[in-house]
């Protein structure tokens, strides 16, 4: 499936480039840092960039932690945005019975990829943790933090293989180092949505 291959490519990609998790081939990319740019205002994962910016391609970007409400688990690529969709439902019944109120955007954060499947986290972010601690499948952290570079995508959740071999070619034409994991943000309800029409921004994290 090119949805999968293409996102392995993309863990490759960064298995080349990253210096968090392991050492890159090539010693000079491990030397390399991202062209200097101004510095832009900190931001979370849960907020976007006003809409003249929305569609750049390698925004930098700084996020910071948030509380998080998430639910853990693995997948496989042929099944993928229907397993991140369940995942979400399970987390928006649980905050509508709590009563709780969702602060920005929800996202998955894509911990390990293999040419088999994807550990996740799909979290949704909240202003300050729960009082009352969750239970079963639903458990409390906190968002990544750090440098980020941004990427959009425009359509459907198949087709996300082209951004990703994108952010690839992106991230090896820069030789920029990254780290061991990437951040889906839902601009468009996952919820809702048959993942045909979508709108997703990319978080990149980077040393």
């Known amino acids: 499936m090119a949805f999968r291959f293409a996102r392995c490519i993309a863990a490759a990609a960064f298995a080349t480039v990253m210096t968090w998790a392991f050492a890159s081939p090539e010693p000079s990319r491990g030397q390399t840092t991202p062209p200097p740019a101004t510095p832009a205002k900190p931001t979370t994962p849960t907020q976007t960039a ?46 509508d019975k709590a009563g709780l109120k969702p602060n920005g955007l929800p996202m998955t954060i894509f911990t390990a990829t293999d040419d088999n499947g994807f550990d996740y986290e799909a979290a949704v972010p909240l ?8 239970h079963d499948e639903i458990a409390v952290g906190q968002s990544p933090a750090g440098h980020a570079l941004k990427f959009v995508h425009h359509g459907s959740y198949d087709d996300l293989d082209n951004t990703y071999e994108a952010i690839t070619n992106y991230l090896d034409d820069k030789r920029i180092d990254a780290q061991d994991m990437f951040i889906e943000q839902y601009v468009t309800d996952p919820v809702s949505s048959d993942g045909k029409n979508l709108t997703v921004n990319v978080y990149v994290l980077v040393d």
């Open 127 to 134: 202003a300050e943790p729960p009082k009352v601690s969750p």
């Open 50 to 95: 006003p809409a003249e910016q929305s569609d750049a391609f390698g925004q930098q970007t700084t996020l910071t932690a948030q509380p998080m409400l998430y639910v853990k688990g693995s997948g496989d690529w042929d099944h993928a945005f229907q397993i991140i969709s369940g995942a979400f439902k399970k987390l928006k019944a649980y905050t």
